[in-house]
């Protein structure tokens, strides 16, 4: 099946900018989209197929995707950014259609 | 403003059935695909079921196929997972969410189902 890796933990200073990877192979030949969830809320979409947005989700999130990597970028970080997120694909060859990451905690310092 | 509301979670015996509901408004419930979505405690989200806006397409996660069954009516813009023969690994927070161009746009609070002796 299908497997989407992004690293555990990142950490980054309020102001600056965070940077979530996912990498899965040939990523860039699918749409990914990624979520937010707060500790005890339901995941928010945050951006979808690569790099729009939601209607109400602030500019600083964006997205790319490319060869064997997305990366959610999040900028001007702020404290309520502090979150965990997940990336996601929709996978046809595999029963797990819908494949999310193993998810990375974005901590602000 | 789209609402998913889930119901039916609790605590249950491994071996044991439940039927979780998801009632949903603010949008036209027959039109979208619908999924379940779950997430043991403090692990990642893993995706359960899909099931298509007129119940032609179903799919299931291999870690449920043969024990849970996706289903939904319309008229009563609801949705259901019924789950049997639960075991431990099932205990989790269970999320209904709706399906827009292969991505989840809304997700309900989720329900905490318990599978303990």
């Known amino acids: 099946s299908y497997v989407l890796t992004q690293p555990p933990s990142v950490s980054v200073a309020p102001g600056q900018t965070a940077r979530i990877t996912c990498g899965g192979n040939?990523?860039?030949?699918?749409?990914v989209h990624w979520y937010q969830q707060k500790p005890g809320q339901a995941p928010v979409l945050v951006v979808y197929?690569?790099?729009d947005r939601p209607s109400g989700i602030p500019e600083r999130f964006s997205g790319s995707n490319s060869g064997n990597t997305a990366t959610l970028t999040i900028s001007r970080v702020e404290a309520g950014d502090e979150a965990d997120y997940y990336c996601?694909?929709?996978?046809?060859?595999?029963?797990?259609?819908?494949?999310f990451g193993t998810g990375t905690k974005v901590t602000v310092l | 403003e789209v609402q998913l509301v889930e119901s039916g979670g609790g605590l249950v015996k491994p071996g044991g059935s439940l039927r979780l509901s998801c009632a949903a408004s603010?949008?036209?419930?027959?039109?979208?695909?619908m999924n379940w979505v779950r997430q043991a405690p403090g692990k990642g989200l893993e995706w359960v079921s899909s099931?298509?806006?007129?119940?032609?397409?179903?799919y299931y996660a291999d870690s449920v196929k043969g024990r849970f069954t996706i289903s939904r009516d319309n008229a009563k813009n609801s949705l259901y997972l019924q789950m049997n023969s639960l075991r431990a690994e099932d205990t989790a927070v269970y999320y209904c969410?709706?399906?827009?161009?292969?991505?989840?746009?809304?997700w309900g609070q989720g329900t905490l189902v318990t599978v303990s002796s």
């Open positions: 603010g949008f036209t419930f027959s039109s979208y695909s």
């Open positions: 969410a709706r399906e827009k161009r292969r991505n989840l746009d809304y």
């Open positions: 996601q694909v929709w996978d046809s060859s595999s029963d797990h259609h819908y494949v």
């Open positions: 099931i298509s806006s007129s119940s032609s397409y179903i």
């Open positions: 197929d690569d790099s």
């Open positions: 040939n990523i860039g030949s699918k749409s």
